[in-house]
């Protein structure tokens, strides 16, 4: 479990928990599920399409949760209240949801937000005590405001934030501010850059990439600078990426541990099959294989000695294998077979 971690200053604006009346109200029971686009509204003019001009009020009960399961906006304000304790409010990958005013509630305790798409909110994203955050989509806020024990648990949320107002302060503190993040196709691979304005307490930062925009594995780590008030660029070079479209982010961790992720970006790159084994030489009694293209075969691995005796034999349908070496220390060969691509490593066990 980690603390929300977004750059801002404590600010205590009025507006942040004030909400126009609504034009249009909703409801979903206690232990119900719906989802947004589908839900009944009581008043006028009342949400259809995939806009809304005007004030919003949903009363949530206990247990209950709220999918956006396709993009909206709304022109307003969106005023989330509940009547009972943990409802959830999901937003799946794909979908933006926009509110461009408020969005949220001061009296909530115990809502949790799943942001896998993107949510974007001109005004504040409030609620009280014990908020919970989890996904891996973005958020941009002009302020956020919550109260004691708000978390982001197994997140990796990219966060945008102008201001925030939370207890306890930690919640509202950035080790690092980044400028940007690009990732650019090249012939032999892909060129990632990225600059941040200033660091504090900053240890590092971890190359992360993905084949679907989820599920991430960790390719390089990069040094930061401690403590910095200028400019520093950074830069890292994919010599094996992975083959069609791929995802990248930024995970940040500072001297205390703590953890941050940032924007993911998105790349194409068009190259031969290959594959990537490490750490080389083997030194903990597992070999890695990285394979940079999917299919829906099985791939198979065969490890011998240089005599050609087949010691090993393993089958597998992932991209990033871990393949136990339980050899004494020597030369050895790898045979990655995939259909019709066939490659042979050369590696050493220490």
């Not at 798409?117 to 956020?144: E, H, M, R």
């Not at 925009?213 to 010599?239: K, L, M, P």
């Amino acid at each position: 479990m980690v603390a929300l971690l977004v750059a801002g200053s404590i600010n205590l604006a009025q507006a942040q928990c004030t909400f126009g009346a609504p034009g249009c109200t909703s409801s979903i029971a206690n232990n119900a599920s719906r989802n947004f686009n589908a839900l009944t509204w009581a008043g006028g003019s009342c949400p259809t399409g995939s806009s809304y001009t005007g004030n919003l009020l949903l009363t949530m009960g206990a247990n209950s949760s709220l999918t956006v399961s396709a993009s909206y906006t709304i022109t307003g304000d969106f005023n989330i209240t509940t009547s009972g304790a943990a409802p959830t409010i999901t937003i799946p990958l794909g979908v933006t949801f926009h509110v461009t005013g408020n969005l949220g509630d001061c009296t909530n305790n115990n809502t949790s937000y799943v942001v896998e798409g993107t949510l974007i909110v001109d005004g504040f994203l409030s609620g009280k005590n014990n908020n919970g955050f989890s996904g891996s989509g973005s958020i941009t806020a002009g302020g956020l405001n919550f109260g004691n024990n708000t978390t982001c648990t197994s997140c990796a949320i990219n966060w945008n934030v102008t201001t925030c107002s939370a207890s306890p302060v930690s919640f509202c503190t950035l080790p690092i501010k980044l400028l940007f993040f690009h990732a650019e196709r090249k012939s032999a691979g892909v060129q990632l850059r990225w600059a941040t304005e200033s660091e504090e307490n900053f240890d590092y930062f971890t190359v992360e990439r993905s084949a679907d925009g989820r599920n991430f594995h960790s390719v390089a780590d990069v040094a930061g600078h401690g403590n910095s008030t200028q400019r520093y660029d950074y830069a890292f070079f994919d010599e094996h990426p992975l083959n069609g479209k791929s995802y990248y982010r930024l995970k940040e961790t500072d001297f205390d541990g703590l953890l941050v992720y940032h924007k993911i970006v998105a790349v194409d790159y068009s190259g031969g099959r290959s594959i990537d084994i490490y750490p080389v030489p083997v030194s903990n009694g597992v070999l890695n294989v990285r394979v940079n293209f999917s299919s829906s075969q099985e791939s198979r691995i065969i490890i011998n000695d240089v005599a050609g005796l087949v010691l090993q034999s393993f089958v597998s349908a992932d991209r990033e294998i871990a393949v136990p070496v339980g050899l004494k220390p020597g030369i050895y060969m790898l045979t990655f077979t995939n259909g019709d691509f066939r490659t042979t490593r050369r590696f050493i066990v220490n």
